[in-house]
C-alpha cells in the first residue's frame, strides 16, 4: 500500500480544516444544558430527576451518530451538515416555544425527544467534519483530533459570553414576563440564540468502494478470489470485525467511565454551584467549558509528540487523566472551601482528553475506512454513562436530599457528595482498564511508528 499523503487538489485540505473549527463552534450547542436546565426547573415546575434526564436527553442526541457515520460514506459534507442544521432548527425550536411559554402545556416526552432532536445536531456537524478532516491529515491524527474536539469544547464558552452580553442589551416583552423573582436572566434567553453556520465546503468524499457481500462470497466460492484474512490491529477494520475485539471493549470501557463521570457534573453543574452557595453559576461552565478546551487541544498535541518520539501508547494519557480525575471528585465530596473551581478546572481539562485521545486510538487501530461507524459507536459511551450516572442515580440521590430538607432545592455538600464518591470509584476502575488496554496496544504503536512517524500496517485486499 503506498503511503498515505495529505490530500491535493483545487482546495488546500487546511481551508476545510479551517472552516471545520467554525463548524465545530457554532456545534457545540449541547455543552450549553447547564446554562438553561435551571430555567426549565422552574418554568415546567420540573424536579432534579426530570431535569437530570432532560440531560441525558442532551447526551444521547449529541452522540447517537451511527447514522451520520454511515451518511460520512455515502453524501459529501455539506449534504450531512444540512441535516443537522435542520435537526437543530426543529429541536431548539420547540424548547423554545415551552420555555418562552409561547405554546403551554407541552408534555415532558416531547421536550426529551425535541432535546435529543435539537442536540443531535452536533453529532451531523462534528461527523461530518471529523471525519473528512482525519482523512486529509492521515499523518497529523491526534492533532487533528484535539483541534477540532478542542474547538467544540470551548464552544459553551462562545455561547455564554453571548449570553452574558444579551443580559445587558434591551429586553423585549417576551422576555420581561419570564423575568420572575430572583434571577436578572431570562430563562428564555439562552434558546433565543440560533447557534451560527459556516458554509464549509470540504470537498466530496463519497466512498464506492463497497462490494456486494452476495458477490463477493460468490466470488470466493468460485475460487476468483482468495478468501480475506482477519484483519490485525493497525489495519482496515470493518464494524464487525472491531466489535469483536477485546481492545475495542476495552477502549469503550474505559472512554464510557471517564466521560459519563464527567458529564454528569456537567448536566448538574448549576445544582452544584447553587448547593455549594455560588450565585452566578455561569463562571463554572464557562471555566469548565476553557479547561475543557485545553484538555482537548493539549490531549491531542502532547500524545502526539510521545506516540512519536517514544512510541507510547495514546491511552497512557487516559489513564494520567482518570487518575486526576479521582482526586477532582474527592475534592467536590470534601466541600472545602476554595476547592469548587479547582476541581471544576481539573475535571475539565481531563474530561476534555478523554475525547482527543479515544478518536485517534481507534482510528490507528481499527482504520479510517470505516472510522465514522466505530467512532460513533465509542460515543454511545457518554449517553450510557449520563443515563446511569447522572439520570438513574445523581438525579435520584439529589432529590432524595432535598426531601430532607423540606424543598426542592438542595443546599450543602451532603446533595452531591455520595454521587462524588461514587464517580471517584468509576474513575478509579477506569485508571484499572486504561493501564490493561496501554499494555495491550503497545506493540500495534511500535510497529506503527517505528521510524518516528506514522505508517500504514500493510492489509490483504478481498
Known amino acids: 500500500m503506498p503511503p498515505q499523503v495529505l490530500k491535493a487538489g483545487s482546495r488546500p485540505p487546511w481551508v476545510g480544516l479551517a472552516a471545520a473549527v467554525w463548524v465545530q463552534i457554532a456545534a457545540g450547542n449541547t455543552y450549553n444544558f447547564p446554562l438553561y436546565s435551571s430555567a426549565l426547573k422552574s418554568v415546567m415546575g420540573y424536579n432534579?430527576?426530570?431535569?437530570?434526564?432532560?440531560?441525558?436527553?442532551?447526551?444521547?442526541?449529541?452522540?447517537?451518530?451511527?447514522?451520520?457515520?454511515?451518511?460520512?460514506?455515502?453524501?459529501?459534507?455539506?449534504?450531512?451538515?444540512?441535516?443537522?442544521?435542520?435537526?437543530?432548527?426543529?429541536?431548539?425550536?420547540?424548547?423554545?416555544?415551552?420555555?418562552s411559554q409561547t405554546v403551554q402545556g407541552l408534555p415532558y416526552w416531547l421536550l426529551w425527544i425535541a432535546l435529543c432532536v435539537a442536540t443531535n445536531s452536533s453529532a451531523w456537524y462534528g461527523t461530518a467534519v471529523l471525519v473528512?478532516?482525519?482523512?486529509?491529515?492521515?499523518?497529523?491524527?491526534?492533532?487533528?483530533?484535539?483541534?477540532?474536539?478542542?474547538?467544540?469544547?470551548?464552544?459553551?464558552?462562545?455561547?455564554?459570553?453571548?449570553?452574558?452580553?444579551?443580559?445587558?442589551?434591551?429586553?423585549?416583552?417576551?422576555?420581561?414576563?419570564?423575568?420572575?423573582?430572583?434571577s436578572d436572566s431570562t430563562p428564555a434567553d439562552p434558546l433565543l440564540l440560533t447557534p451560527s453556520s459556516s458554509e464549509a465546503n470540504l470537498g466530496n468524499f463519497h466512498e464506492s468502494e463497497y462490494t456486494s457481500d452476495v458477490e463477493y462470497l460468490l466470488a470466493v466460492g468460485e475460487g476468483a478470489v482468495k478468501k480475506k484474512r482477519r484483519p490485525r490491529r493497525g489495519e482496515e477494520f470493518k464494524f464487525h470485525e472491531a466489535f469483536i475485539k477485546a481492545d475495542f471493549w476495552l477502549l469503550w470501557f474505559v472512554y464510557f467511565l471517564g466521560v459519563g463521570s464527567g458529564v454528569t457534573v456537567l448536566n448538574n453543574l448549576?445544582?452544584?454551584?447553587?448547593?455549594?452557595?455560588?450565585?452566578?453559576?455561569?463562571?463554572?461552565?464557562?471555566?469548565?467549558?476553557?479547561?475543557?478546551?485545553?484538555?482537548?487541544?493539549?490531549?491531542?498535541a502532547v500524545s502526539?509528540?510521545?506516540?512519536?518520539?517514544?512510541?507510547?501508547?495514546?491511552t497512557i494519557w487516559m489513564t494520567l487523566a482518570q487518575t486526576i480525575m479521582v482526586v477532582a471528585f474527592l475534592l467536590y465530596a470534601s466541600g472545602?472551601?476554595?476547592?469548587?473551581y479547582a476541581a471544576t478546572a481539573l475535571l475539565g481539562v481531563c474530561y476534555g482528553v478523554q475525547f482527543s485521545i479515544m478518536i485517534p486510538t481507534a482510528s490507528e487501530l481499527f482504520g479510517l475506512k470505516h472510522f465514522g461507524i466505530i467512532f460513533n459507536f465509542m460515543g454511545l459511551g457518554n449517553?450510557?454513562?449520563?443515563?446511569?450516572?447522572s439520570?438513574?442515580?445523581?438525579g435520584k440521590l439529589y432529590d432524595a436530599e432535598a426531601a430532607k430538607?423540606?424543598?426542592?432545592?438542595?443546599?450543602?455538600?451532603?446533595?452531591?457528595?455520595?454521587?462524588?464518591?461514587?464517580?471517584?470509584?468509576?474513575?478509579?476502575?477506569?485508571?484499572?482498564?486504561?493501564?490493561?488496554?496501554?499494555?495491550?496496544?503497545?506493540?500495534?504503536?511500535?510497529?506503527?511508528?517505528?521510524?518516528?512517524?506514522?505508517r500504514i500496517a500493510q492489509t490483504s485486499g478481498h
Open 48 to 99: 432534579q430527576q426530570q431535569v437530570t434526564f432532560l440531560g441525558v436527553a442532551n447526551d444521547i442526541g449529541e452522540n447517537i451518530g451511527i447514522l451520520p457515520g454511515i451518511a460520512c460514506n455515502k453524501f459529501p459534507p455539506w449534504a450531512v451538515m444540512s441535516v443537522g442544521a435542520v435537526a437543530c432548527f426543529l429541536g431548539y425550536g420547540v424548547l423554545w416555544l415551552a420555555v
Open 132 to 182: 473528512t478532516n482525519m482523512r486529509n491529515f492521515p499523518l497529523s491524527r491526534g492533532t487533528v483530533a484535539g483541534l477540532l474536539k478542542g474547538y467544540i469544547g470551548i464552544s459553551a464558552a462562545v455561547y455564554t459570553a453571548i449570553y452574558n452580553f444579551k443580559k445587558f442589551g434591551p429586553r423585549g416583552a417576551s422576555s420581561d414576563k419570564l423575568a420572575e423573582g430572583d
Open 270 to 300: 448549576a445544582q452544584i454551584g447553587i448547593a455549594l452557595g455560588v450565585s452566578d453559576t455561569t463562571i463554572l461552565l464557562s471555566l469548565f467549558s476553557f479547561c475543557n478546551f485545553l484538555g482537548r487541544l493539549g490531549g491531542g
Open 304 to 314: 502526539e509528540h510521545f506516540v512519536r518520539s517514544n512510541m507510547i501508547p495514546r
Open 336 to 340: 472545602l472551601n476554595g476547592t469548587l
Open 383 to 389: 449517553p450510557i454513562g449520563a443515563l446511569l450516572f
Open 391 to 394: 439520570g438513574l442515580m445523581a
Open 405 to 454: 430538607q423540606g424543598s426542592s432545592t438542595c443546599v450543602g455538600t451532603d446533595c452531591f457528595k455520595v454521587t462524588f464518591l461514587i464517580l471517584a470509584g468509576m474513575c478509579g476502575l477506569g485508571t484499572l482498564l486504561s493501564i490493561i488496554l496501554s499494555v495491550r496496544i503497545r506493540p500495534v504503536y511500535q510497529m506503527l511508528y517505528a521510524g518516528g512517524s506514522f
